[in-house]
């Protein structure tokens, strides 16, 4: 399924290719979130041009609605949603745990209250396995506990060992065609935890790893910890996937750390803030300084918002609550988000992915710092 095509020589960072049913994905990746079987304010056609080659969908959603009975008469989630690139869909576990405000841990999974209308469900392994198995979804996760970061570590140690029996029975469960599935490490920062749990995973044989339990709020240096105390553990045949992140300067500082796969809200979540990510930083386009800035959101992309907008447009048009303004928003952030990983993976098979890394995390500023250097370009 994997294929590592070249590895970087003063850091970790890889090339490679990720063969699944609907197509070939070119690794470093960001997926783009489709929680509800959509990305927030993109359709199809743009996330096609702007270069998206895999999407995630979140299972525990798409069982609360619109339901299994009704993307399985659609012929699956692809053609429900019409998209036919490759989709990974998550376990749904880290949803039953963060969103459940009741719930009940058993042995072969959680009992819990729905958060839409409060009637009782049950998901284990056997449960998620058949959701994505129905959504047809070219990677599915395994159903595993992630526990908040600061649990005591009775509960991460519990944790662990419940994510490695129930990651054992979801390889008992039927696949859709050609669906290969992902074992989920767990452990916070424990090295320890960490260690046993890949381990553990890396001996059952999955198609690919992801580091789970990170991008929890834990501090930063605490969510880089736990990747690197896992990574080593993963085979290098096989992807790598640190789930939930995150910044562009967090996913370039983790494909130096030897990741591969990302996925993230931030891009679509934070436009309809009202912020824009650039290869500087992040800028909030609401501010005054921008209400006659006629100039695009970022010099030199080629997005169809930075084409075509500009940011005094774009401001008027969030200050109004226009939804294109949100919109055009998404459209950059996302595109930002594609383009850097194409570029990532161009320094990485020229052999100057060291430079690129060492230039991109000293430029990428807090977004405090570039409104002062606009405040101050803007006083002349």
């Known amino acids: 399924m994997f294929e590592l095509l070249k590895t970087d020589t003063t850091t970790k960072a890889r090339l490679g290719k990720l063969t699944t049913t609907h197509g070939v994905v070119d690794t470093p990746v960001f997926m783009s979130v489709g929680t ?25 959603h798409l069982n609360l609605r619109p339901g299994l009975d009704v993307i399985r008469a659609a012929g699956g989630l692809h053609k429900f949603m019409n998209w036919d690139k490759p989709i990974l869909t998550d376990s749904g576990g ?37 959701i994505q198995r129905v959504l047809g979804s070219d990677i599915a996760m395994v159903f595993d506990e992630c526990p908040p970061h600061d649990a005591p570590a009775k509960d991460q140690r519990l944790a662990v060992e419940r994510t490695i029996r129930w990651a ?44 789970g339990g990170v991008s929890v709020g834990e501090p930063e240096p605490e969510m880089m910890k736990a990747i690197e105390l896992a990574e080593p553990h993963l085979p290098a045949h096989k992807a790598r996937y640190a789930m939930g992140l995150g910044t562009p300067a967090q996913m370039v500082e983790l494909i130096a750390r030897g990741i591969d796969m990302f996925d993230c809200v931030l891009p679509t979540r934070v436009a ?109």
Request: net charge positive; proline share 3%; aromatic share 10%.
């Open 272 to 380: 309809r803030n009202g912020t824009a990510y650039t290869r500087r930083g992040a800028l909030g386009i609401k501010g005054a300084i921008y209400k006659t800035d006629f100039g695009p959101i970022e010099e030199g992309c080629d997005c169809f918002a930075c084409k075509h907008f500009t940011r005094a447009y774009l401001r008027h048009l969030l200050r109004a609550n226009e939804i294109l303004g949100l919109r055009m928003l998404s459209v950059h952030n996302t595109h930002m988000y594609v383009k850097l990983m194409a570029d990532v993976r161009a320094a990485i098979a020229a052999g100057n992915f060291a430079e690129f890394y060492r230039d991109f995390i000293a430029n990428f500023t807090p977004s405090q710092k570039i409104l002062a250097e606009r405040r101050k370009e803007a006083k002349g």
């Open 168 to 211: 054992r029975e979801c390889l008992e469960q039927p696949r859709a065609d050609g669906q290969k599935v992902f074992g989920i490490v767990q452990g916070s920062s424990d090295p320890t935890l960490r260690a046993e749990c890949a381990k553990a995973l890396v001996a059952m044989e999955f198609d690919g790893y992801a580091i």
């Open 36 to 60: 509800q079987a959509s990305v927030k304010a993109l359709d199809p056609r743009e996330l096609n041009e702007m270069g998206t080659q895999i999407i995630l969908g979140n299972t525990y």
């Open 94 to 130: 880290f949803q039953v745990f963060s969103l459940a405000k009741i719930r009940k841990v058993k042995a072969h999974g959680v009992e819990f209250r729905s958060h839409l209308d409060g009637s009782l469900l049950f998901i284990g392994p056997k449960e998620s396995m058949e």
